[in-house]
């Protein structure tokens, strides 16, 4: 694992969104097309809003989310709609965006569409993710029901999980669909994550599922 400290939030996020524009930049000149997938929640907002004004080659670009809560856009936990207000907007606004939600009672019903819209885009140029104080990533929680068949090799690449820490049920990408990101990084903030970071190296898997995605992510971090 590499880890970045930064002298303040402002300096994280504008180095982290010059990274990732220039990663994906690589992955446009080279192949013609790439693909980022990014967390929802309340740490990338700044993260987005800068990489929603950079000048790339957003149309051949696919955005997704790492995982979605199982609420329609009208809601405010929808990180669907964060995407819709953060980052497709301005010149980023031509992106593609790879659906994780569709109008269903429960995710298990749209697994297989969902996988569908997604596996053309795999796999991952540029991945970020966030991470919670217990640990999980994505939207694999330690106690999940679900998280030994989502941190498995063989695990397709979407699960819906329910875990009671997440609230409603989930949709996430597993372990090996994040694990075959080209680039990983991991963007967290305040001293409970950092400690928490540090903890889950030396817990097993089950415990701290960030370590699915550890030694090979860098870390951005800052008070
Ligand atoms: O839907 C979600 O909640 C996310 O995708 C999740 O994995 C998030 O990245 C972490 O929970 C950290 O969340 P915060 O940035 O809000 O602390």
Redesign the pocket.
Known sequence: MDFVSYPDAEMMYLALAKQIASELGAFLRRDGHASLCV?????PGPVFDTLSGVDLDWPNVAVFL??E?WVPESSSRS?TRLLRERLLRGPAAKAQLVPLYAPADQPEEMLEALSAGLKPHLPISVLL????ADM????LFPGADLLEQALAPDAPLLMALRAEAAGEPRITLSAPALKSAFHTHILIKGPEKRAALERAQSLSITEAPVRAVLDVATVHWTE
């Open positions: 967390p929802g929640g309340t740490t790492n995982d809560r990180n993710l966030g991470m919670g999980h990533t994505a939207s």
